[in-house]
């Protein structure tokens, strides 16, 4: 029934202006002009984020939203370049490149929005 669907993600934050800053500036997302009181969308690619102001921001203590990109190491570089502080994490078979897991042919890497939201990088 949702097989053709897209998915879209949404991800809870405090501030909405910080995060406008953030997912804007800083990720480089396009706001779209379709915005609903406390509640923002961003273009990424083909897909779209949304972003709306709630008391359970940050909450989360898993992955909110993956990222898909054509190169993990470069789009890390550039992010930190940028002041992304990327997150590091202990998992079995995982070896650590700088800021990027490495698990194989496989990388990724974990960063925080402003509200703690945890976001990652993964390979297209």
């Known amino acids: 029934m949702l097989k053709n669907s897209e998915i879209i993600a949404t991800v809870a934050v405090?501030?909405?202006?910080?995060?406008?800053?953030?997912?804007?500036?800083?990720?480089?997302?396009?706001?779209?002009p379709e915005q609903m009181g406390e509640v923002i969308q961003f273009r990424s690619g083909n897909t779209k984020l949304i972003v709306y102001r709630s008391q359970y921001a940050g909450t989360n203590q898993a992955?909110?939203?993956?990222?898909?990109?054509?190169?993990?190491?470069?789009?890390?570089?550039?992010?930190?370049?940028?002041?992304?502080?990327?997150?590091?994490?202990?998992?079995?078979?995982?070896?650590?490149?700088?800021?990027?897991?490495v698990m194989g042919e496989f990388h990724t890497a974990w960063f925080k929005d402003p509200d703690g939201n945890i976001l990652s990088i993964v390979p297209r």
Request: hydrophobic fraction near 50%; charged fraction near 30%; proline fraction near 2%.
């Open 63 to 101: 992955t909110g939203a993956n990222f898909a990109v054509d190169d993990v190491d470069a789009t890390v570089a550039a992010l930190a370049a940028k002041g992304v502080r990327f997150e590091h994490y202990d998992i079995p078979g995982a070896q650590r490149v700088g800021d990027v897991h």
């Open 14 to 32: 405090k501030d909405i202006d910080a995060a406008r800053r953030f997912y804007a500036e800083v990720l480089g997302l396009e706001a779209l």
